[in-house]
């Protein structure tokens, strides 16, 4: 096996040497944009954890787009991303337009106000819906001088926040207005739940975010252990190796399904392997390594981002082996139900747990549990309640 070279991407963002568990959805926005203008899945919002593969199955879609020939635009919504959208459409609009300035020149097109000479300009207030709309028209007479396929534009959008919804409203009522016009456009948009819910959930007739509910959804979850083991023998296959039989099993159950850790473990027990087979101890080795990787990168930064009592309510759940049941993390904190309550609601909201019964909530992500004792519990928890002491909430 070269040993150098490491096929696994423990990375955020970045494409894995075997995608896995995504076939189906990845068919379905293929064939939409086979299908032509009306299809459903031509404008879909992806939703899912941290680490569960949403950036790279926009990338996937990319490639779908870019197969077909295509145009792709590729931008995250921090602010100013419509204006982004924008000026790429447009620079590119103009670049394609002078690589077949001959061949236009000779077909009409009446109608256009765009100067040719100084198409390198344009007019601040253009908005994005005018480029878009032009960029069409324009590509539109392309393909029927060329009598080609329509060529669309497949626009992504990740990491959707609802902090940037006066943009998301813009875009929107750009996107839907294309639509409606049979345009050639493809749009797909990612983000956690957390942020893309309040977008979802907005009442305001003056905010009203249709595009996204009407957007075909795609939630994404872990992927089975049959998956899993795909990911992992297929990279380590390609480079003439193998996994040892228990080797394999402990690697995959460790992944429990979660995309990231397909990576992480298949790395680490890679680079604790040194002749052509992964054997057990290079998996168990790997797979602690993983595991510690996957708190720094995903738990730290997600805990990181909680208040302390939030923080605190994780801590007390993590005491369960399996699901904690509600009632009795409010009394290991010393708090009524109902004020336990108000944290459980905002810890669900920040996809740092779930619901799985009735009064029973269990984590999120992968070993959030084993991170919270192995960190958090010694920590902040017992530090917190002391051991005799009354339990109490910090900061009430
Ligand atoms: N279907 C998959 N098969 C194999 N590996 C995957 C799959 N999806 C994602 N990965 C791997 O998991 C890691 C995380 O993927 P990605 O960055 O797409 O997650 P994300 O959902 O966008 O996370 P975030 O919310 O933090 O942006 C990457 O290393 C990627 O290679
Ligand atoms: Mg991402």
Redesign the pocket.
């Known amino acids: 096996m070269a040993r150098k070279f490491n096929p696994f991407?423990?990375?955020?963002?970045?494409?894995?040497p075997?995608?896995?568990?995504?076939s189906d959805v990845l068919e379905d926005f293929a064939l939409a944009l086979d299908e032509g203008p009306g299809s459903h899945e031509r404008v879909t919002l992806i939703t899912?954890a941290?680490?569960?593969?949403?950036?790279?199955?926009l990338n996937a879609f990319e490639n779908a787009a870019t197969e077909r020939t295509w145009w792709v635009i590729s931008e995250t919504a921090t602010p100013g991303f419509v204006n982004r959208i924008r000026d790429t459409a447009y620079r590119r609009m103009v670049g394609h337009l002078r690589e077949h300035r001959q061949r236009l020149s000779s077909v009409t097109l009446g109608g256009y106000s765009l100067n040719w000479e100084n198409a390198e300009s344009h007019r601040p207030d253009t908005t994005l819906r005018d480029v878009l709309t032009e960029f069409l028209d324009l590509q539109r007479q392309l393909d029927a001088n060329l009598r080609q396929d329509p060529v669309g534009l497949l626009i992504t959008l990740d990491?959707l926040h609802y902090s940037v919804r006066d943009e998301v409203r813009d875009f929107g009522a750009t996107i839907q207005h294309l639509v409606r016009e049979d345009a050639e456009i493809a749009v797909a948009m990612?983000g956690?739940p957390g942020a893309i819910r309040p977008l979802l959930a907005s009442n305001d007739a003056q905010n009203p975010v249709t595009f996204l509910r009407r957007a075909n959804r795609v939630e994404l979850g872990a992927?089975q252990d049959v998956e899993v083991e795909l990911?992992l023998v297929g990279p380590v296959e390609d480079i003439g190796g193998r996994w040892a039989s228990d080797a394999l099993a402990v690697a995959v159950s460790a992944c429990g399904g979660y995309?990231?850790m397909?990576?992480l473990v298949g790395q680490w027990s890679l680079r604790f392997s040194d002749g052509d087979v992964v054997y057990r101890e290079a998996a168990d080795r790997g797979v602690a390594k993983a595991q510690r990787k996957l708190g720094q990168l995903v738990h730290e930064p997600a805990l990181e981002d909680l208040s302390d009592v939030d923080r605190t309510y994780l801590a007390a759940m993590a005491r369960d082996d399996g699901p904690s049941r509600t009632a009795e993390v409010a009394t290991r904190l010393g708090v009524t139900a109902q004020y336990a309550n108000q944290y459980r609601r905002r810890l669900i909201e920040a996809e740092m747990i779930r619901s799985v019964a009735q009064g029973y909530v269990e984590f999120e992500l992968p070993y959030m549990r084993d991170y919270l004792r192995g960190h958090i519990v010694n920590e902040a928890f017992d530090a917190v309640l002391g051991e005799e002491e009354q339990p109490r909430i910090p900061g009430l």
Not at 18 to 22: A, E, P, Q, S, T
Not at 50 to 57: E, F, M, S
């Open positions: 991407r423990a990375t955020l963002g970045a494409t894995p075997v995608l896995v568990g995504r899912g941290r680490g569960i593969g949403k950036t790279v199955l990491e990612a956690i992927v990911g995309p990231f397909i990576q």
